[in-house]
């Protein structure tokens, strides 16, 4: 056991010389800091201890924490840490200027100078290299990219800063009592650079209350820390290194039943991925005696789409339904931004379908049915015009949303399947409502099963456009699943080529599709058991990892949003 922490220690921490040393606290774009990294845990002990010690001193560590969450970010993005000081100090004085002015308009003033200039930045870095592309593509000019560095982690805190200058307009909140609290709430190291995306009205009452983590908290903090590093450490990232990123990375060069099993790699991949880190954020923000709102509820066991997107990623769904999709109207109206997305859009995919007629006639196919099929969801509807305003900007929500996680077709093109797929799944439940909902029968059981299967598999076919490195990709591993045929002697061969990949493959699974009350016991074993028997399953935890890591710690997928 000594051996393996000795061994541990080398490869994560380094021998320690004044170089190593330095390299600790000197930002390196290729070692950036995570929560799976022994150098993390190393920093993290260290900073806990100081923070327990200053637990009845607030405002010393509330300083403190704010120092921590800095360096956690410098670590993570260099000297764009800077950015996200500038930017809290504009949208503290402007949200100060939406409570004490009495006028509507200078109000309305403020906040849209904080929303323009919190997007103007998240455009700069996220999409000016986007619409280069596309001008140089649609004009035939040679416009040079910008040489632009995406900061970690610039998509949740944007969110963030916006959410609170809107919930002061909106009166739902007070502002902060100074801007130490601000620079608190929207720097807190455990969510800051991947979620779960915080409310002010959550999370700001939490500061001004006395520091309580009882053994409840920590109890429950350990178990989400462990099982996160599992998902992220264990699963993810094996599964991505050994078979996941080959297949997409040359599709052309694996079979059939290879291209379908790494869309389905990718999609529990994905899952342990983010559901790790948000796992680890809430329990190193319980140990501090902070409480972060739950990002995933086994999503993957939805019955619908509906109910996807009440289960996955929570917070951001419930940010985009209450900033962006009641903004341009909700269910209640039709606005000009409502429908100018969902129709750029619709016309982009014509025109693309028009230009490749001369090769195919697919894409135009595929356009004029997506059009199709959109407007029937409310023109079958009773009520048309007020699901025509539900559908339009539940289409423009999911459009955005899909623009938001990156600057591409791919992603555009995978919040639309979402969008027509909420827009289908809301009509279908108006022509066939569902009267026995609550009574559990053979027939109610086998429907959810169905229904959870075909969520499942349309969700795992829009991580397809989610995953690829461009839109040819995709399209590319899409027609080789096409190809797929039973041929039981090849899928044994491939199964037992990968057979580790494919075994934790099914333990992601099971372990997603564990019932609820199973987990629950077993968090009750965990907690009933003697502090030495948790040391003793910590300590085996930390040797899986350890002995399962391949390649280093590897950055979270969300980490590029």
Wanted: aromatic share 18%.
């Amino acid at each position: 056991m000594i051996d393996v922490l000795q061994d541990w220690f080398t490869k994560n921490i380094g021998v320690i010389t004044p170089e190593q040393i330095k390299a600790w606290f000197v930002f390196d774009e290729k070692a950036p800091l995570l929560f799976n990294t022994g150098l993390f845990l190393g920093l993290f002990l260290v900073f806990y201890f100081w923070y327990i010690l200053l637990r009845k001193a607030n405002t010393v560590r509330m300083l403190y924490v704010i120092a921590f969450s800095l360096f956690f970010y410098y670590k993570s993005s260099g000297i764009y840490f800077l950015l996200l000081l500038g930017s809290s100090i504009v949208d503290y004085n402007l949200g100060n200027l939406v409570h004490r002015t009495t006028s509507e308009v200078n109000k309305k003033l403020c906040l849209a100078f904080s929303v323009v200039l919190n997007l103007g930045f998240l455009g700069y870095f996220k999409y000016s290299n986007f619409l280069v592309d596309i001008t140089n593509t649609i004009s035939g000019t040679k416009f040079a990219f910008f040489d632009v560095i995406l900061p970690v982690g610039i998509s949740f805190y944007t969110f963030q800063s916006i959410s609170y200058i809107i919930e002061v307009y909106r009166k739902e909140i007070e502002p902060t009592k100074g801007y130490i609290d601000y620079l608190f709430f929207v720097s807190f190291f455990p969510q800051l650079v991947a979620g779960p995306i915080v409310r002010a009205k959550d999370f700001l009452p939490q500061i001004y209350q006395k520091l309580h983590v009882s053994q409840e908290d920590i109890n429950r903090a350990f178990l989400l820390i462990i099982g996160g590093l599992i998902k992220k450490t264990v699963i993810s990232d094996y599964i991505s290194i050994n078979f996941v990123d080959r297949i997409f990375d040359l599709p052309n060069s694996y079979t059939a039943f290879e291209n379908l099993m790494a869309a389905y790699g990718y999609t529990i991949q994905i899952y342990c991925d983010f559901s790790g880190y948000s796992d680890m954020a809430i329990g190193v923000a319980l140990l501090l005696g902070f409480k972060l709102p739950t990002n995933f509820r086994t999503p993957y066991q939805s019955a619908s789409i509906t109910e996807f997107w009440r289960r996955w990623h929570i917070s951001l769904s419930t940010w985009l339904k209450d900033f962006l999709y009641i903004s341009v109207g909700g269910n209640r109206k039709g606005t000009f931004a409502g429908f100018l997305f969902p129709a750029l859009f619709f016309f982009g995919v014509i025109v693309w379908g028009i230009s490749f007629s001369n090769t195919s006639n697919i894409p135009l196919i595929l356009g004029v049915v997506s059009l199709v099929v959109f407007c029937l969801t409310f023109l079958l509807s009773k009520d048309r015009e007020r699901t025509m305003f539900t559908n339009v900007n539940l289409m423009t929500t999911m459009l955005l949303g899909g623009l938001w996680h990156g600057a591409s077709i791919r992603f555009i093109i995978w919040g639309a399947l979402h969008g027509l797929a909420l827009a289908v799944h809301k009509i279908i439940l108006e022509i066939f409502p569902n009267k026995e909902e609550n009574k559990k029968t053979i027939l109610s059981s086998f429907t959810r099963v169905l229904s959870i299967l075909l969520t499942f598999h349309f969700v795992a076919f829009c991580w397809i456009f989610f995953r690829a490195k461009d839109f040819a990709t995709a399209l590319q591993v899409i027609e080789n699943i096409g190809k797929l045929t039973v041929d039981f002697n090849q899928w044994l061969v491939v199964a037992q080529g990968y057979k580790n990949v494919f075994a934790l493959m099914a333990i992601g699974y099971f372990w997603h599709y564990i019932p609820e009350r199973v987990m629950v016991a077993v968090q009750n074993v965990f907690v009933a058991m003697p502090l030495i028997a948790r040391a003793i399953v910590l300590g085996l935890i930390f040797w899986l990892v350890y002995a399962t890591a391949s390649a280093g710690p590897q950055p979270f997928i969300y980490f590029q949003f």
